[in-house]
């Protein structure tokens, strides 16, 4: 089972960056595909962005395209999101998640980190 762990979230004023990462335990990333997933208050959980195994491959909601970008170094086992021009509609818990290659559902759920972008 993989564990993960978000980091990198915090404050920021709208327009502003951040860059979140995402640490894998457990099993090494390089057989998942890896996501990112947000969660506002009230309000369900989102796709963001996700990465295959081999980071050949990205895909992104339509609400963060050429705004955020997805990438990974399984030589450290970790993920990253890079958000450029927040929003404060952006603020949200977000969370990283892993596909296995054979598998259906994302797993290792972490606790998320959170985000809040001031207007």
């Known amino acids: 089972q993989v564990q993960l762990v978000e980091s990198g979230g915090g404050l920021v004023q709208a327009g502003g960056s951040l860059r979140l990462s995402c640490a894998a335990s457990?099993?090494?990333?390089?057989?998942?595909?890896m996501g990112w997933f947000r969660q506002a208050p009230g309000k369900e959980r989102e796709f963001v962005a996700r990465i295959t195994w081999s980071g050949g491959n990205t895909d992104y909601a339509d609400f963060v395209k050429g705004r955020f970008t997805i990438s990974r170094d399984n030589a450290k086992n970790t993920v990253y999101l890079q958000m450029n021009s927040l929003k404060p509609e952006d603020t949200a818990v977000y969370y990283c998640a892993a596909l296995h290659v054979f598998g259906n559902e994302y797993q290792g759920w972490g606790q998320g980190t959170q985000v809040t972008v001031s207007s």
């Open positions: 457990g099993r090494a990333l390089y057989s998942y595909t």
